[in-house]
């Protein structure tokens, strides 16, 4: 049935389309499920192909918010170009060609539902794009699956920089899980670089000097190149000095050592380099023909015997000495991509360089990378692979990370060679070997879809012998890769409380099985493009409604394979007050003198002598009386007694009797001993001043004083009150 609303005058405003026969029961059973779902706040809306995710929400009892036109209650953030904006969008392999999957819906019910609720809030929103919610317009109780920012750790250049602040959070060094990476657009980080591409020619050139005396896969090669008479003569005309060459190796390899211990810190530094710009470009120049099987060189037992002992030395300070080869490879990356677009391996310094440069937008922001490849990495049947390991996030404050159980290896099409630097053999992305044919030259055993579960992959290992690998070395080792990723960027991110994001994590590993991270991926693909992934992808939607939303209501529901791996203790947020600066404390009360003395008609004897040296703080001194107090002494180092002036606060309240040794003057040096009586309970606040007594008569508290003549050796004199 079509429907459509004209006006008075005939034009036509709108268009419903075709709507489906109304059913009173349906209308009814509609109405109940639409009304019980919004008065339960369990309205959901779900963007992308993300089938799974309807079916587990409606299972639960909840009713979808179709987006057709517009996204209720969801907006979409553009830039100044009206654009959507991907500043924070990080790497996504969620393929943006895919389309829904249809969906049965008996009756039309559930479309029935949807037009029910549409004026609704939505309440759990599913997306594959971060820039399709806006935080800012969220409500408490709204729940969305993704987190603001998450380019602090999901680009290349994020996890490239973030991670170099480890050392801050951990005492895990990122060297032992993390390739060795650079933004090449940073000047500095282009330079070092530079100095690590030549430290590792020096490096890759004594492997190759050690590897070639034993045997390995410098001389099957360069066998294979003598067989080639034209390029065999033209190497001979090659003027190499391989023991220079080592020599040159050997000196820049120890000099990095010094660097380590920080015994390089004592040379001048005036002092030369140990190689000029030119030499080093003379050097690399004759690495390549000698690595890259241009130039034959002899090979003598004596520097064989010094490059195994540097490399030795070598291997205990630097993790990643193993997977660096013999061809000094490089993986440039365009920092803001995904799914291998725009990714390339090279070997020369000036391609990678002159790659880079060749692109001034991407210079400018900084968005090109280069890292270290795993010229070394564990194959099966001969076959590069890497794993995508799922992991869920659901609070930044404290962490909790939560680590899937299963994963999935993806092949490539080509068998690995490092003969050739072509993307079908080094990127294993489904993306890209979905649309190339397998290679007749691969093993039989890898399936033509290239994927492998996690247990056909221990399988392997267990033919291999090595099954116990997979819990003790592998799982791990990605388990502490992720967390160490997530901890240097837990400042940078929105804690915002209910949201979650299930995160794609890139390994691979090395021969000795150690994994190492490539990347971490936003929005990971969920596509069922081959049996494995249509089974796992599935399980990993479902367990992350678990998590999210079952464990909400019961603490202890099933979570399926996921697995708490870190939850950290929770730090409280002080609240940002502004730029204004608060002082807080407490008054301090005015400080009250000691009683004044009474004055008394009996004065002590004046000193008669001469008075050698004027007392500026001193005016004329009151005699004290004789009788006063029994037992209290005096002790002075003259005819004139002083009285101590009242130079500590009384309390204002009755304390037990105590003692307090306070200075009269600086003159005098003596010390009096003070003793309160306990009916003294109120201070007077009249002050006296130093060195002196006023005449002063206090009824409320009335005392006496009595100063005794003691010996004039005593230094010291001391009253009782």
Sequence with gaps: MSFTAKSPEGKVHCSFGSLPVLNPERLRTAKARADEAVKMHKVFSVQGPYPVIRAAMRARGWVEQRMLCQRPHVHQRHNAEGRASSNDAGDSDDDENSEDVEEEDPGGLYDLMSRLVRNEMVYFCWTNRRDAINNNSLQKEQITNHFAKAGSFSTKVGLCVNLRNLHWFDSADPDTFFPRCYRLAAQDEKHAFIEDYRRTACTSLLKYVVEREQGGEARSRNFRAVQDQRKRSRRRSIPVSLSQMIDIAVKVCQEFLESLDHSDIDKSLEAPQTLSKEEWEEFIDSYYLVVHGRAEVEISDQYVTSCKAMLQRLAEVSPQLDIEGIHNIWIIKPGAKSRGRGIKCSKRLDQILKLVDGDPTLIRESKWVVQKYLERPFLVHGTKFDVRQWFLVTDWNPLTIWFYKKCYLRFSTQPYSLDKLDSSVHLCNNSIQKHLRPSEQRHRGIPADNMWSDDQFRTFLSSQGQEAQWQAVVVPGMKKAVIHALQTTQDLMDSRKNTFELYGADFMLGRDLHPWLIEINVSPTMAPSTPVTARLCTAVQEDTLRVVLDRRADRTANTGDF?????????????????????????????????????????????RGPVKEKEPAEDKVKPLPRKSLKGAELKTSSSRVLLPPPLFTQPTVPVPVETLHLPICAQAHSVFQLKRRPELSKACSEKVKPNSIEQHQSPSLPHKITALKQPRQAASSSFSY
């Design 563 to 607: 697995q708490l791996i870190y939850r950290q203790a929770a730090v409280e947020v002080p609240q940002y007050v502004g730029v204004n600066l608060l002082v807080e404390g407490f008054k301090i009360k005015c400080p009250c003198s000691l009683p004044p003395l009474r004055s008394f008609n009996h004065s002590a004897p004046k000193h």
